[in-house]
């Protein structure tokens, strides 16, 4: 049976979130009499919208930014509790409806990626594509089928046609490519975007356009928000061409007006 580590990786990952969300808000604008909007976003997303926030403040005087980083899965989750976040970005649509309950006013696609196979430094164990992650004795680490990447993993392998059985499922992404680069898994599936944010510590191997797949992401307000008109005009703002330029410039595919 897999290594499942979800329950001891999700504490982790709310500390992490928590800590991540204070060092945003205190770069940004500081007025105290102004709103303060907390988005929980695809932790996927992460250098890029702490850039885009960052950008947002010094557009709009007075507004604050907070993020909570982690799995979309999570994220949405959090909005059965009132008052938890004002904008929810997720990695895919099926994420978002099920959230619906929580969510008000327009939908916006604001980005897209596609996935790759990180592996160590170098690629140590010679993964040259897809159907290699099937070898046995090959570590392969992937996202529960309950968060986006996990499912967008699973649809490339079906769609290739290959078995994978693997060493362990993760609550988020980040957790795929941080068990490669501590060389707790040999490799991983991964979002393109997040190879650029390891830098040295993780390499990747492609995957072939025809076997893989695209991943949407939208962003909407939260319906219970205490910031409805600013968390509105925030999710729209996601989709400017100030925006598009910056989501570009971390890997990220825009759609176009």
């Known amino acids: 049976m897999p290594d499942s580590p979800l329950r001891r990786r999700a504490a982790a990952c709310a500390v992490l979130s928590l800590l991540v ?3 945003v808000a205190a770069g940004c604008r500081g ?4 709103a303060t909007l907390t988005v929980l976003a695809a932790s996927s997303t992460q250098e890029a919208l702490q850039e885009l926030g960052l950008a947002y403040t010094q557009e709009h005087r007075g507004v604050q930014v907070r993020f909570l980083f982690g799995g979309s899965q999570e994220m949405a989750q959090r909005l059965s ?14 994420t ?11 939908r916006r696609i604001i980005a897209h990626n596609s996935m790759t196979i990180a592996v160590g430094p170098g690629n140590p164990r010679r993964v040259r594509g897809l159907r290699d992650l099937g070898r046995p004795g090959l570590r392969v680490a992937i996202a529960a089928a309950t968060n986006p990447a996990g499912a967008y993993a699973r649809q490339i392998f079906a769609g290739a046609g290959i078995t994978v059985r693997p060493s362990s499922e993760e609550i988020s992404v980040r957790a795929v490519l941080d068990r490669v680069r501590t060389g707790q898994a040999d490799a991983g599936l991964v979002y393109i975007t997040d190879l650029r944010a390891a830098g040295v510590a993780a390499s990747s191997v492609p995957i ?14 939260v319906d219970d928000s205490g910031h409805g008109k ?11 061409p100030a925006a598009r330029r910056l989501f570009n410039k971390y890997g990220f595919v825009t759609p176009q007006p």
């Open 230 to 240: 600013e968390a509105a005009s925030f999710v729209a703002w996601l989709t400017t």
């Open 208 to 221: 072939a356009a025809l076997e893989n797949v695209t991943a949407t992401y939208l962003a909407a307000a």
């Open 31 to 34: 007025a105290s009499d102004g």
């Open 21 to 23: 969300a204070g060092s």
């Open 81 to 94: 509790e009132p008052k938890n976040g004002d904008v929810l970005v997720t990695a895919d649509e099926k």
């Open 96 to 106: 978002m409806n099920k959230a619906d309950d929580h969510l008000t006013g327009r």
